[in-house]
């Protein structure tokens, strides 16, 4: 298929100085859970990005000392000639692709405690370490600039031997040294690096003048700043002295790659912010400098491409996340396959790898961060390996990959669902406010399914066990979801509590099938993720007084992992909510609702009109059950197989059970040993 005309322009080489990117599509560094931990998952990860188009691919931060390291977090490392080995894996994989590689370093200043070199960290003065390690920094003096800039000429040099092609110098998201000194908040000295603007930019500079002296006849040097850290006069702003410093190094750089500050504002979900949301602030950025610009905005339209090119905003398409939901975003639109994008749904997940250190998984993209540990890749499966049939039960998210990527393998596949809708908890998920991204889940299924001559699909209708038995397929996969249960198991009960009173006890599976709503509402949040809080601005939308319960220590503490706890926890203070934290509900009864502390084991009673309990699920594995329980019935069938799959097991998050289902047609007909990981790991060199 043909390229559309109108995207040729994302299409046209851009000199990035001594080097040349063939295209304007850009993977900016982002974090992923494998760094220098897992370098060989790593380099599958990046190396499948420039398969898929990416004309540069960047690393995550990269530490160049040890005075600067972020354990347990698994960031890149780059410390000496010892780690040079694995960057240059790292970059074959990408040049292997005709990508450019682009490496950015860090040192993290007070950001870090240096919990495993036991180093004292450092900046501009002694303040309290970020987090709560009880902790401070060094103030550094004039032989520690000298040693700082003799640490990033070194990183430098290293980084050219391992092959990298653009060499970075960071300050931004609030993480690294160099933007603490150009902070008036960070930096009160009275030397040449503090005081005024120039001062405070001095490191800055000196760090640009130092790699473009290292590296600029063979590297393009590269900055990563942010405009505006959205603090108003307390930071830099777009307005004032985040545009002085473009104005100030205008030329220095090959590059300027521009954000916003700190990192959950410059990833912010699709839940609090759209498409494009930087615009606003880095736009100048391109009026005061002749250098190529790269940005951000979890692009994944081509026409929002487009327009950022066409309007003088941007030089360059930069994204993480789009280009985790689909590595092969740019060949796509090269292709003309506009319908086969998958595009990013904003929810974070991504992010949620980098905070827990594990490798990045994507709720879009299942093969994420298994390109080496399972061989998976985005766009390819293995053809069949025989003429079974597969039925699948349930239509939800581990339904629908489960028959895509099955029906991709060439297997015959029949897709029922009891409902008249397709897509299951994502359907009704995205019913809810600033959840509608999340909706594309099920939309790029469903057009894929749609192309597939050998996927049938029947809705309406229930299955039962005597209908599967009978229906002739060589392997059921049943993928049936859960229920939210209305009895208060979760993770502060464990047991059914007592519910007593008369007052309705309302699920979320409730309220998504318009239940009205008490007018006095308690919502009691066990499971700590989005849920309860998206009902609660239901809830407060339609005008309900609510008191939300919870027997965590902040609102949906799950949620730091996606960078939105704040918002969440602020939206409901904002919108009235009274929020009692470190109770749990222990019982119902005519009185109201009895919690008990935490911390005491006091009890009090709190009025309501009415529970929404947002705790544990029961998976609906009735039918897996049963088939399972006759396997004599099931010979006699003809069914090879019955596999439960999803959250009809194991209740999880959409990203799991697509991941699952992902797996499960993977996997079909090629067992697992259970006795073995199904992936590869990555070992620890042994001297």
Same mark, same amino acid.
């Given at each position: 298929m043909a390229r559309d005309p109108r995207y040729d322009v994302l299409f046209e $080489? @851009?000199? =990035? !100085?001594? #080097?040349? %990117?063939?295209?304007?599509?850009?993977? #900016?560094p982002h974090c992923n859970g494998m760094g220098y931990v897992r370098p060989n998952t790593l380099a599958g990860m990046r190396g499948m990005k420039a398969? /898929?188009?990416? %004309?540069? #691919?960047a690393t995550e931060e990269v530490d160049i000392h040890h005075s600067s390291e972020v354990s347990p977090f698994c960031e890149g490392r780059l410390w000496d000639e010892q780690d040079i080995p694995y960057h240059a894996k790292v970059v074959d994989s990408i040049h292997k692709h005709g990508g450019l590689a682009a490496i950015e370093f860090v040192h993290q200043g007070h950001h870090i405690s240096n919990r495993m070199s036991r180093t004292a960290p450092m900046s501009a003065h002694s303040i309290p370490v970020a987090g709560y390690d009880p902790l401070q920094s060094r103030a550094m003096d004039k032989s520690d600039f000298i040693a700082l800039r003799r640490w990033h000429r070194a990183a430098v040099k290293n980084a050219m031997q391992a092959g990298y092609d653009i060499v970075y110098v960071y300050a931004g998201h609030d993480l690294c040294l160099t933007q603490h000194l150009l902070s008036?908040?960070?930096?009160? &000295?009275?030397?040449?690096? /503090?005081?005024? +603007?120039?001062? &405070?930019? &001095? +490191?800055f500079r000196e760090l640009i003048e130092d790699t473009k002296e290292v590296a600029g006849h063979k590297c393009g040097v590269a900055v990563r700043f942010a405009v505006d850290e959205l603090m108003g006069p307390k930071g830099i702003t777009s307005a004032a002295e985040g545009r002085e410093v473009i104005e100030m190094l205008a030329e220095m $750089?090959? +590059?300027?790659? @521009?954000?916003?500050? *700190?990192? $959950?504002? *410059?990833s912010i979900t699709a839940r609090f912010g759209d498409e494009g949301h930087q615009e606003k602030y880095i736009s100048f950025v391109k009026k005061l400098t002749t250098k190529p610009v790269v940005g951000v905005g979890r692009f994944t339209s081509p026409d929002a491409m487009v327009s950022q090119i066409r309007r003088g905003i941007l030089d360059m398409i930069g994204a993480a996340r789009p280009s985790i939901a689909d590595p092969f975003l740019p060949k796509k639109i090269e292709q003309g396959r506009l319908e086969d994008i998958r595009e990013c749904i904003g929810c974070n997940i991504c992010v949620s790898g980098d905070y827990t250190q594990t490798p990045i998984r994507c709720t879009q993209n299942p093969t994420m961060g298994e390109e080496w540990r399972k061989g998976w890749h985005p766009e390819q499966v293995p053809a069949k390996k025989s003429d079974a049939s597969v039925l699948i039960v349930g239509a939800g998210p581990a339904g629908l990959e489960a028959a895509r990527a099955l029906g991709q393998r060439g297997y015959r596949v029949t897709l029922a669902e009891a409902s008249d809708e397709l897509g299951g908890r994502v359907t009704r998920e995205s019913r809810l406010p600033g959840l509608a991204t999340w909706g594309r889940v099920r939309d790029w299924r469903l057009g894929q399914l749609d192309k597939l001559a050998n996927v049938e699909i029947y809705r309406g209708g229930a299955m039962t066990a005597a209908d599967v038995l009978g229906f002739g397929a060589a392997h059921v996969? =049943?993928?049936? /979801?859960?229920?939210?249960?209305?009895?208060g198991v979760a993770r502060a009960n464990l047991l059914p509590i007592e519910i007593a009173g008369g007052r309705?006890? +309302?699920? $979320?599976?409730? #309220?998504? %099938?318009g239940a009205e709503l008490p007018k006095d509402l308690l919502i009691y949040d066990d499971d700590h993720y989005y849920m309860a809080n998206v009902l609660a601005e239901v809830a407060l939308a339609k005008g309900c007084r609510v008191t939300f319960v919870t027997p965590a220590a902040q609102v949906a503490p799950w949620t730091l992992y996606t960078m939105e706890q704040h918002r969440i926890q602020s939206r409901l203070i904002e919108g !009235?909510?009274?929020i009692v934290m470190k109770h749990a509900l222990t019982a119902v009864t005519a009185a109201g609702a009895v919690v008990t502390c935490e911390y005491t084991g006091r009890e009090r009673t709190l009025a309501c009109d009415g529970l929404l309990l947002v705790t544990a699920r029961l998976p609906n594995d009735a039918l897996a059950r049963d088939l399972? %329980? *006759?396997a004599a019935a099931l010979e006699r069938a003809g069914i090879r197989s019955v596999t439960a799959l999803a959250d009809a097991v194991a209740p999880s998050t959409i990203a799991a059970a697509v991941y699952d289902g992902h797996r499960y047609a993977r996997e079909i007909e090629d067992p697992v040993d259970p006795d073995r990981a199904p992936f590869r790991r990555e070992h620890a060199t042994v001297f």
């Open positions: $080489p @851009v000199k =990035i !100085g001594p #080097v040349t %990117a063939k295209n304007r599509f850009y993977q #900016v398969e /898929g188009g990416w %004309a540069v #691919v008036r908040r960070y930096n009160q &000295r009275s030397d040449e690096y /503090g005081g005024s +603007l120039e001062n &405070r930019a &001095r +490191l $750089p090959d +590059l300027w790659d @521009v954000n916003i500050s *700190d990192w $959950p504002n *410059d996969a =049943i993928a049936t /979801g859960a229920t939210w249960r209305r009895d309705p006890v +309302l699920t $979320p599976d409730d #309220v998504m %099938a !009235g909510a009274e399972k %329980a *006759d």
